[in-house]
């Protein structure tokens, strides 16, 4: 009985210690994914203009060193030059106006499975009867282990 005790004792420390170890550092993904605009034809770029009842296409290049998840697109008005843009230069914003009818996207898109690289094209078209004016054009990224990456764009609805 001694014996079956100290066995038990000893088996129950041996699975604490092993399920406090550490798993490989070389399998933890701690990289975020990287948003790729220095492609040909990638759309926008910053200080873009796009047109109010017409169609642009969105191209970008999505990379992760693991696998990618998923992306959205998120474009909202700027009449207030609030800011949370990433890019370095700035547009030459307007004056500040009380949005009326401002064109609002938000919308999701999975990439396959597996994938390291992707090249996202989506076809996007701004309603003829919206707010012109200043917007800013969101592109987040995450990765499948769930990092995400977010690049701002100011762009110009005319």
Known sequence: MRNLHKTLIAFGLLSIFAAGCKKDEQSIDTEYPV???????AFPQQCATVSRGQKFTFKARFTDNAELGS?????HHNFD???????VS?????VVKTPVKPFVLI??????????TFEATNEITVPADIDPGDYHFLIK???KEGWQT???ISIKIN
């Not at 919308?107 to 390291?116: H, L, M, R, V």
């Open 35 to 41: 948003i790729d605009l220095s492609i040909a034809n």
């Open 71 to 75: 992306y959205s697109i998120d474009i």
């Open 81 to 87: 030059n609030h800011s949370h843009s990433t890019e």
């Open 90 to 94: 700035d547009c030459s914003a307007v």
């Open 107 to 116: 919308d999701t898109f999975q990439i396959p499975a597996g994938q390291k």
């Open 141 to 143: 990224l995450t990765d």
């Open 150 to 152: 977010i690049k701002g």
